[in-house]
């Protein structure tokens, strides 16, 4: 975990996800909630990466605008106020472009198709050598969404990390470049010596990796073991039922290492009945799997309540979601025109005023 407080108050922080389908608890845990504790002390913006998407669904981009729909409304459903944090789509910010393009110039090939996240998909996704020259440039595009923003902090899960070190390394290079930093700089120094760019950190959420209820993949829509948020309470103590420890008995005596109990250190607010729980089954002191799995469901359950209720008032209303898109791109064009300005001026690109219009 990464030291959140190092992030002084009313820094910028810009996160996103990719629109694959609906929110699941794991994104929750994982990130969400910790954007939602953010969003009153800071300059939030959260991106809706519907051109990622296009990296392996471009054929499909129907199913992507409806993913992107409802995301927006499990953010709502999860905690985020759209007042405080501005929610806004990738392809509606064009400086967002523009800086990837000057971004790809400043980064070696070679490094970009190291990028430990891209290499993990393209074996996962079984993409072998035949992915769009846009999926690799999507790396880059990630550092020009951070950047854009010139964010301090980046709220994102584990595996986001790579993408993070990516970014640091084209601030770093703009700056000194363009901004007159010194290589010998410290990183926390680069905007007050002149750069452009902070040189963001990654600010890796309580439990970046839940386990799916397969127990032992990370929890994705993909893989067939997530639980949604607009779940009922019968199929989440369903979906936990089926999640395998190879414990037998309840006087056996059970591991709490395992998928089980990162569910129940996760979803159990209530710290001395989670020591018990352990206790208890790591003796073997008649506790059965199937005792645990029912208060970490009805745990859950209660988690997602409220969200349910909220989300419940934006089903089947995309004018609402339509409405707070645009309010937000509106508020990400005017932070993201002024970086891109600030980066053109620096790197000798700058010949005329532009503004944008949203009519
Ligand atoms: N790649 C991220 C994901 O798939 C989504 C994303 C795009 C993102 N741009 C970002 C996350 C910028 C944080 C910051 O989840």
Same mark, same amino acid.
């Given at each position: 975990?990464?030291?959140?407080?190092?992030?002084?108050?009313?820094?910028?922080?810009?996160?996103?996800?990719?629109?694959?389908?609906?929110?699941?608890?794991?994104?929750?845990?994982?990130?969400?909630?910790?954007?939602?504790?953010?969003?009153?002390?800071?300059?939030?913006?959260?991106?809706?990466?519907?051109?990622?998407?296009?990296?392996?669904?471009?054929?499909?981009?129907?199913?992507?605008?409806?993913?992107?729909?409802?995301? +927006?409304?499990?953010?709502?459903?999860?905690?985020?106020?759209?007042?405080? +944090? $501005?929610?806004?789509?990738?392809?509606?910010?064009?400086?967002?472009?523009?800086?990837?393009?000057?971004?790809?110039?400043?980064?070696?090939?070679?490094?970009?198709?190291?990028?430990?996240?891209?290499?993990?998909?393209?074996?996962?996704?079984?993409?072998?050598?035949?992915?769009?020259?846009?999926?690799?440039?999507?790396?880059?595009?990630?550092?020009?969404?951070?950047?854009?923003?010139?964010?301090?902090?980046?709220?994102?899960?584990?595996?986001?990390?790579?993408?993070?070190?990516?970014?640091?390394?084209?601030?770093?290079?703009?700056?000194?470049?363009?901004?007159?930093?010194?290589?010998?700089?410290?990183?926390?120094?680069?905007?007050?010596?002149?750069?452009?760019?902070?040189?963001?950190? $990654?600010?890796?959420?309580?439990?970046?990796?839940?386990?799916?209820?397969?127990?032992?993949?990370?929890?994705?829509?993909?893989?067939?073991?997530?639980?949604?948020?607009?779940?009922?309470?019968?199929?989440?103590?369903?979906?936990?039922?089926?999640?395998?420890?190879?414990?037998?008995?309840?006087?056996?005596?059970?591991?709490?290492?395992?998928?089980?109990?990162?569910?129940?250190?996760?979803?159990?607010?209530?710290?001395?009945?989670?020591?018990?729980?352990?206790?208890?089954?790591?003796?073997?002191?008649?506790?059965?799997?199937?005792?645990?799995?029912?208060? +970490?469901?009805?745990?859950?359950?209660?988690?997602?309540?409220?969200?349910?209720?909220?989300? $419940?008032?934006?089903?089947?209303?995309?004018?609402?979601?339509?409405?707070?898109?645009?309010?937000?791109?509106?508020?990400?064009?005017?932070?993201?025109?002024?970086?891109?300005?600030?980066?053109?001026?620096?790197?000798?690109?700058?010949?005329?005023?532009?503004?944008?219009?949203?009519?």
């Amino acid at each position: 975990m990464t030291d959140q407080t190092a992030a002084p108050t009313k820094s910028r922080i810009l996160t996103g996800d990719t629109p694959t389908g609906q929110l699941h608890v794991g994104h929750y845990v994982g990130s969400v909630k910790r954007r939602a504790e953010l969003q009153d002390t800071h300059e939030c913006y959260i991106l809706l990466a519907n051109m990622h998407a296009f990296t392996t669904r471009a054929e499909r981009s129907d199913e992507i605008r409806r993913d992107t729909f409802e995301i +927006v409304r499990d953010y709502i459903a999860m905690g985020l106020d759209p007042e405080k +944090v $501005a929610i806004f789509l990738q392809t509606e910010v064009p400086a967002i472009s523009e800086l990837t393009y000057l971004f790809a110039m400043l980064l070696p090939f070679n490094r970009v198709m190291r990028n430990p996240t891209l290499k993990d998909e393209i074996r996962v996704k079984g993409l072998g050598d035949t992915y769009s020259f846009g999926f690799p440039l999507y790396a880059v595009g990630q550092t020009a969404d951070i950047l854009a923003f010139r964010a301090h902090a980046v709220p994102v899960g584990e595996d986001q990390v790579p993408h993070i070190e990516l970014t640091r390394e084209v601030a770093r290079r703009f700056n000194q470049f363009y901004c007159g930093v010194s290589d010998q700089a410290e990183d926390e120094d680069h905007e007050k010596l002149g750069g452009v760019f902070p040189i963001p950190l $990654a600010d890796v959420g309580q439990c970046s990796r839940l386990p799916g209820t397969d127990g032992v993949n990370k929890m994705s829509k993909s893989l067939n073991n997530a639980i949604f948020v607009t779940d009922t309470p019968k199929q989440i103590k369903k979906k936990l039922g089926k999640l395998y420890t190879g414990r037998q008995n309840p006087t056996d005596p059970g591991d709490i290492n395992n998928a089980l109990f990162d569910y129940v250190r996760t979803f159990i607010t209530d710290e001395d009945r989670v020591k018990e729980l352990e206790r208890k089954y790591a003796e073997g002191d008649d506790i059965g799997d199937g005792h645990v799995k029912v208060e +970490v469901a009805e745990a859950i359950s209660k988690l997602l309540e409220p969200m349910k209720e909220r989300r $419940a008032k934006y089903e089947g209303d995309d004018d609402m979601i339509m409405d707070i898109l645009k309010g937000g791109c509106q508020r990400a064009n005017a932070a993201a025109e002024k970086t891109l300005e600030m980066a053109k001026e620096a790197a000798n690109l700058k010949f005329f005023d532009r503004e944008l219009n949203y009519v």
